[in-house]
Structures are given as C-alpha cells and as structure tokens.
C-alpha cells in the first residue's frame, strides 16, 4: 500500500512551472510543495484518519486474543452425617475454552481485511484531500493574478487620463471626457474589490484545507497558473489507470474479502467450542485413616450442546453484509469510470477553449490599446472608443486567465480521477 508521503509526493510532481514569462517567486510566498507537506502535517481530517488507522490495527491484535481462563476456588467446611472424604476440602482448578474449529486464526483475518480496507481509504482521503488542495492553490493563484491584471487596468486610466490632458492642453480636449474617464475609473476600482474579495475567500480556501500554519488573511503563493496544454483521447486506457490506482476499490475489494471471510467465522463459531479443567481437590482430617490428609488431581472437559443457539440470523446476516458489500464495490467501479470519463471531456473542452483564444485573440490584445490610443490623439476616435478599447484589453485579459485556470484544474481534475501513480 502507498503511503500517504508517497501519495502526497505523486501530486508534488504536478507542480507546474511558471508561466507568461513570470520570474521566481519572492522567498514569503509559498510553492505548492510547501503547501503539501503542510497539509501532510496538519491537516485535522489526516491525523484524525491516522488515530483511526490505529485502532483498527488494534482491532487485528485484539481478535486473535484468547478469552481468559476462569479460576475457582471451592471449600467444604462444616460436615456433618456420615463424611465420605476428609472433614474439609478445599479445591482449586482453572477452567480454559479452547477454540479448536480455528475460529481465532478466522477473527484475525477479517480483522486484518478490515484493517487493509481502512489503510487504503486513508490512501483515499489523503488523495482527494491533497488534489483538493492543489486546485485551491491554483485558484489562489488565479486570484492573486486577477487582482493584478485589474491593478494594472487602473494603471492604464492613468495613461489615458494623461493623454486626455495633453488634448485638453492643446485645445482638443473636453470636460466630457475628463468625466467619462473618471467613471471608468469608479468601474474600474469596483472591479479590484471584488478581485480582492475573491482573493480574501481563495486563500480561506486553500487554509481551510491545510491547516492551522496558514494565515487566512495573508497567505500568497507562487504566481503562474499552470498550463494545460493537452488533452488524452483514449478514454478506456485511462478508466483502466484508474481501476488498478483508485485506494476507493482497493479499499471497497478489501471489505468484500472480510465480508465472505466474516461468512466462514459465523458459521465456525457454530462449532462448539470444549472447556478443559484442570485442578487439584485437598482433603483435610479423613474420618476413617485417623485424621489423615490427602487430595485428588482434577480433570475434567465440558463440550456446549448447540441445541438452541445455532447461528441462526448471524450467518444470513453475514452473507447479507457481504452482497452489500459486492454491490458497493461495483458502485465504486462505476464511480470511478464515470468520475475519469467526465474529467477527461471536460479537460478536452477546457484545453481547445483555451489553447483558440491563445493563438486567435491574444496576439491581438496588445494592439488594441494602442491603435485607440494613437486614433484618439489624431482625433479620429472619441473617449468612448478610447476607454471601449482599453475595457475590453482589460476583459480580454482576465479571460485569458479564466480560461488558463480552468483549464489547469481540468488536468488537476483529471489527475484526482486517475489516482496516484505507482
């Protein structure tokens, strides 16, 4: 079974690198595989899921444990009549239940199949929760990328502001426009609050789902949204990835295997189960040899009559719970392909939008501000195309954005599905 540093480790290899051209993050902000052991570290639902681990490991010991013997101690005192033995006797044994139809070597079997079952959804949970995290990272990142593009949008007024004042200083400008620009302006600054609101709940997100380390009102990450730049085309070759990765099967086949095997005990524990004893009898002041003692070695062996208690109901129950059992596991086979199939064609809708507006819009978006620019310092374009253009610079990028960031979490998706690499 994978451990969860392995499993952690497998999604620490999605790191992408920086993307646009971007330069190494600031030393403060935090890349993914700091993140990662975090969580590894931290997160509650992990080290609750740990404690869990350990007590079904216990459960294994526990169920090969014999019950304990039973000591008696018996007395005869205060005779009287005609006495066969000695005036007083006292008696000591130690009773045992021997469990000779392997119904021990059974209890620990299942024990142990549940135990593997648990350990690999704790495989599980530590998967989903650190591919969780990963596409949190992603949208933080998207978010501190958002707030930028529309800090730089307010730059850009700036200039247009300028280039308003130069016309207004050569005659060609009008209060109109002045005006029109401050209220793109107020536009422009609603704009940045809720990018900042958007920021404030992204890294919420992405604390919520490591721990208690990250501050949730100032942690940043590494900037560069991933690139997802292809998309798979054989469905089946990765639905069979993902049967034999996902720990959900592993974990629902290991249950089934301890159902049947829990079968088997039910019927076992029928067997009766014999008793042996073992003691020793002291006889004190024996009337007819003068006072004399002397004692007796006690054995003895007791068998239960299964007349009334025959396992009825504990072995339809068992054969019950293991076709529940039979019908989760196909329900987690038929998840698992649905889940892969889903992620694989949202991925390909995501890449091909994305990949169309790179090459179709995107060379064209850094020409845009500056062919209005230089129209309206000519005169021959009005404020309204001016702030028309750098609007929709501005729209242009943060879709470009959007539709990077959805389709980096596409191929994040797609990789939860899949499971972690062997």
Known sequence: ????????????????????????????????????????????????????????????????????????????????????????????????????????????????GLSSAEERAFAASAWQLASEARIAFVDLQRAQARVRLVEVGLGDLARVEQVVSERAAGGAGTTYDKVRVGIERSKVEARLAEAKVELVSARGALAALVGKSLDATSVAVEDGVPDATAAPTNDDDLVKRALAARPELASADLRLTASELRISLSKRQVIPSPTLSLGYARYLDVPDRSGANGGALLAGLSFPVPLLDRGQGRVDRSIAEAAEQRVLKDGVALAIRRDVEQAAATLRVRVEASKR??????????????????????????ILELLDAYASHLDAEERRLDLQASAAKAALDLERALGPAR
């Open 1 to 112: 079974m994978k451990s969860p540093v392995a499993i952690l480790a497998s999604l620490l290899a999605l790191t992408p690198a920086l993307a646009h051209g971007q330069g190494t993050p600031p030393p403060s902000r935090l890349t993914w595989r700091d993140v990662a052991e975090r969580q590894k570290r931290e997160n509650v639902t992990l080290l609750a899921a740990r404690h869990r681990l350990s007590q079904v490991r216990a459960d294994v010991i526990a169920a090969g444990v014999w019950s304990n013997p039973n000591l008696s101690v018996n007395a005869l005192l205060l005779t009287h009549g005609a006495v066969t033995g000695g005036r007083q006797e006292l008696a000591v044994s130690v009773d045992q239940v021997v469990p000779i139809a392997g119904q021990v070597g059974l209890r620990q079997d299942v024990a142990r």
């Open 357 to 382: 507006f790179r090459d179709r819009t995107a060379p064209d978006l850094p020409r845009l501000r500056t062919i209005a620019e230089l129209a309206y310092r000519e005169g021959r374009a009005t």
